[in-house]
């Protein structure tokens, strides 16, 4: 904090801390599911390199790169002349991502313990910056995309991916809808921290507009949530990765979990195919330019 924020401001860019224990509890699992899920959003990792022109030898910043992605797929991508940075305010998640990073052997990824609000990187230094999901949880996101643009160089790309609304995505209301039966779901405010703050068309475009973003535009992103798992294992990677619909299991008896789980692998059969699952999905990539520095 600087002499010139004041105590209220400091505490206002806090990442919220039930937001933050949220994440730490379920690092583990997303560690240890690290290879499905990079397959399941690889095509918006691929999105995000596309929008934000990422090339080889660039240097690139991940921002709430979670156990490292996509920070781990652009490191392939820009070759080992390149470098990528991820950060995440969880410290459990940067530990699985070195871990994931060490047991690929990737030189050129380095990940470190930070928030989007404070970056502890110099002015002018990427050439790219992207973060897939994770500006739905930051406590200021104007602030964030503004410190984004300080980091990043002068006529550069930041890109953000975000996910449209949830009945347009069955990867997530399929397993809720089931759940919410039997546990009430807790009303969202507008604004808090969640997966479809900015499922609006435009949000997340006004909020760059605002932080100073050049040339913001967006873009509907269609495609399949694709892996080759069963729905058995789909609903073990949902349930773990999910801290909400674990809290929310746990307040079930074994008989209620019991009918949850064969009323939720019911509702997947649409899902499953040959070669394992494939849900439509949608989500909203935002993108613009960091204006010439005068």
Same mark, same amino acid.
């Given at each position: 904090?600087?002499?010139?924020?004041?105590?209220?401001?400091?505490?206002?860019?806090?990442?919220?801390?039930?937001?933050?224990?949220?994440?730490?509890?379920?690092?583990?699992?997303?560690?240890?599911? $690290?290879? =499905?899920?990079?397959?399941?959003?690889?095509?918006?990792?691929?999105?995000?390199?596309? &929008?934000?022109?990422?090339?080889?030898?660039?240097?690139?910043? +991940?921002?709430a790169t979670g156990?490292?992605?996509?920070?781990? $797929?652009? !490191?392939?991508?820009?070759?080992?002349?390149?470098?990528?940075?991820?950060?995440?305010?969880?410290?459990?998640?940067?530990?699985?991502?070195?871990?994931?990073?060490? *047991?690929?052997?990737?030189?050129? !990824?380095?990940?470190?313990?930070?928030?989007?609000?404070?970056?502890?990187?110099? #002015?002018?230094?990427?050439? !790219?910056?992207?973060?897939?999901?994770?500006?739905?949880?930051?406590? $200021?996101?104007? &602030?964030a995309v503004r410190?984004?643009?300080?980091?990043?160089?002068?006529?550069?790309?930041?890109?953000?991916?975000?996910?449209?609304?949830?009945? *347009?995505?069955?990867?997530?209301?399929?397993?809720? *809808?089931? =759940? +919410?039966?039997?546990?009430?779901?807790?009303?969202?405010?507008? +604004?808090?921290?969640?997966?479809? *703050?900015?499922?609006?068309?435009?949000?997340?475009?006004?909020?760059?507009?605002?932080?100073?973003?050049?040339?913001?535009?967006?873009?509907?992103?269609?495609?399949?949530?694709?892996?080759?798992?069963?729905?058995?294992?789909?609903?073990?990677?949902?349930?773990?990765?999910?801290?909400?619909?674990?809290?929310?299991?746990?307040?079930?008896?074994?008989?209620?979990? #019991?009918?949850?789980?064969?009323?939720?692998? +019911? #509702?997947?059969?649409?899902?499953?195919?040959?070669?394992?699952?494939?849900?439509?999905?949608?989500?909203?990539?935002?993108?613009?330019?960091?204006?010439?520095?005068?």
């Amino acid at each position: 904090m600087t002499r010139s924020q004041s105590p209220l401001l400091f505490l206002l860019l806090q990442p919220d801390r039930q937001v933050m224990n949220r994440w730490g509890s379920s690092a583990p699992y997303w560690e240890k599911h $690290s290879e =499905i899920i990079r397959r399941m959003f690889e095509p918006v990792t691929h999105a995000l390199v596309q &929008d934000a022109q990422i090339g080889s030898h660039q240097t690139v910043l +991940d921002i709430a790169t979670g156990p490292g992605e996509p920070a781990l $797929s652009v !490191a392939a991508l820009i070759g080992p002349k390149g470098k990528v940075y991820g950060i995440d305010p969880i410290p459990e998640m940067v530990g699985a991502a070195r871990r994931v990073a060490d *047991r690929l052997g990737l030189k050129n !990824a380095q990940f470190q313990v930070a928030s989007a609000q404070r970056l502890p990187f110099s #002015a002018d230094t990427f050439d !790219a910056l992207i973060s897939r999901f994770g500006v739905m949880f930051f406590p $200021s996101p104007v &602030d964030a995309v503004r410190e984004m643009l300080r980091v990043l160089k002068p006529e550069r790309k930041l890109a953000l991916a975000v996910w449209h609304f949830a009945e *347009r995505n069955p990867f997530h209301y399929t397993v809720s *809808r089931v =759940i +919410d039966r039997y546990v009430d779901p807790q009303p969202v405010a507008p +604004d808090a921290p969640d997966a479809f *703050r900015f499922a609006r068309p435009g949000k997340l475009t006004e909020v760059l507009v605002e932080a100073g973003v050049r040339a913001a535009s967006e873009r509907l992103f269609q495609f399949n949530i694709q892996a080759p798992i069963s729905l058995e294992d789909y609903w073990t990677v949902r349930l773990d990765i999910s801290e909400k619909f674990r809290q929310k299991i746990a307040l079930l008896s074994s008989e209620q979990v #019991a009918e949850v789980k064969s009323e939720v692998l +019911d #509702a997947l059969l649409e899902y499953s195919t040959d070669q394992g699952i494939s849900f439509p999905a949608e989500v909203l990539v935002v993108s613009g330019t960091k204006g010439r520095t005068e």
